[in-house]
């Protein structure tokens, strides 16, 4: 009975044969290295950057001119003048574009925010893979010391002229299929361990160990929580709601563009063929943008800004939309899982178990047939592996959520606080 109960472990002393992994470890680490990452960090920084040149003035204007040179002769100019001219933009322009700039900055920011919280989700997703692929290799090698005791047993039954000889191969023959899915699994294992050491930045040629989880599921925060919480943390919304903010400050620039900007230079003359003569000059410009041929042109701007905060506005709601909905959706797919688990771990497993035990106590004393033994074995494989399966698809759903929240903090404090 020593292989058949070794199935009502939790599988972890798989875990202990190597080194284990730890998740907030990994996490730490994918926020250091992960390549994706570190390039918006960058970009973040050049956006912060820009924020500083704009809003200044432009660049002054230095001329220099020969006038009045009879026959292209430099020597022979009559004035020389020497200028320096500055544009003036109306009170206002340069504040509204340096505060456009900061919004961008923000972006850049905030797209930093979403990506990691994809690149996460994308992690702790394939982390709980692999969990699932090592527990499911480390059942199938349990599998396989039990079948070899049927294997035993129905070659002893074979010798003894207790059972017939198809019983031998229907033994061996299931075997072979374990030996396949170890096969299989083995695969599933390294492509985890590939994507994992992607995610965070690793060499190939580096290596994972093995992946655990805590005996229990935490606990979930109350779905307004997490409905409030994504609006107050979510990269994406906080994205969407300065689009709003640029949108109004870009029309608002736009308006600007009716009112005019000034020019303001000096000048400094002197003859060449009269050293002693000496002056200066001043000049100052205005522009008209309120002549007839120009207005249009700032009034199509005003027009295509005011589009912008529109649809700004509707892609807020649409964004809040879809996250609420989907928060919502996964927030009642790992309750389900939850539940599904409980039954599993309190009632299907056991009595598959209780089950294969009694159908291999019948068989020892020839109260059944090989074929009923391996079938109530197959259906505790089976059991088994659903019961893993809703696991990984509960931590899953989980990592999704952290994810549309924006925020994981908050499952750590609703887990202290229960």
Not at 22 to 36: F, M, Y
Not at 70 to 75: A, L, S, T, V
Not at 406 to 412: L, P, R, S, V
């Amino acid at each position: 009975m020593k292989y058949i109960l070794t199935l009502l472990l939790p599988l972890q002393l798989y875990a202990q044969e190597v080194d284990t992994l730890n998740l907030d470890e990994l996490v730490r680490e994918a926020l250091r290295n992960n390549p994706e990452l570190k390039a918006l960090e960058y970009t973040r920084d050049m956006m912060e950057l820009r924020t500083e040149s704009v809003g200044t003035l432009p660049d002054p204007e230095f001329t220099y001119m020969r006038e009045e040179m009879p026959r292209f002769r430099w020597n022979a100019a009559m004035m020389g003048k020497f200028g320096l001219m500055q544009m003036f933009p109306f009170p206002g322009k340069l504040s509204t574009e340096t505060e456009i700039a900061g919004i961008r900055a923000e972006h850049a920011h905030h797209e930093h925010m979403e990506k990691a919280n994809e690149v996460l989700a994308k992690l702790r997703s394939m982390y709980f893979e692999l969990w699932f692929v090592q527990q499911s290799t480390a059942l199938n090698r349990e599998n396989l010391r039990l079948l070899e005791q049927f294997t035993t047993i129905a070659q002893t039954r074979y010798g003894v002229g207790q059972s017939p000889q198809q019983d031998v191969l229907k033994a061996f023959v299931e075997i072979a299929r374990l030996e396949n899915q170890l096969v299989a699994l083995r695969q599933q294992e390294l492509s985890a361990k590939a994507m994992l050491m992607s995610l965070l930045g690793r060499s190939p040629l580096d290596t994972l160990g093995v992946a655990a989880v805590p005996p229990n599921i935490g606990f979930l925060p109350t779905l307004d929580t997490l409905h409030q919480t994504a609006y107050r943390f979510r990269g994406m919304l906080l994205h969407d709601s300065l689009s709003v903010e640029e949108g109004e400050k870009m029309k608002s620039l736009a308006k600007k563009e009716y009112l005019p900007d000034f020019r303001l230079g000096i000048e400094f003359l002197r003859m060449p063929n009269n050293p002693g003569y000496r002056a200066w000059s001043v000049s100052a410009g205005i522009t008209l943008p309120f002549a007839p041929w120009s207005l249009s042109r700032t009034s199509a701007k005003v027009e295509e800004a005011s589009i912008g905060v529109d649809r700004a506005r509707e892609n807020l709601k649409n964004s809040r939309n879809m996250i609420r909905a989907n928060i919502s959706d996964l927030y009642f797919r790992a309750e389900s899982f939850t539940r599904q688990l409980e039954n599993y771990t309190t009632v299907i497993v056991p009595q598959t178990q209780q089950a294969l035990q009694a159908g291999m106590m019948a068989y020892q004393t020839g109260k059944t047939d090989f074929l009923m033994l391996i079938d109530s074995y197959r259906m505790l494989v089976e059991v088994t592996m659903e019961k893993l399966m809703l696991r990984m698809q509960c931590e899953q759903a989980v990592a999704e959520l952290k994810r549309e929240v924006g925020y994981a903090g908050i499952f750590e404090v609703q887990r202290e606080r229960n």
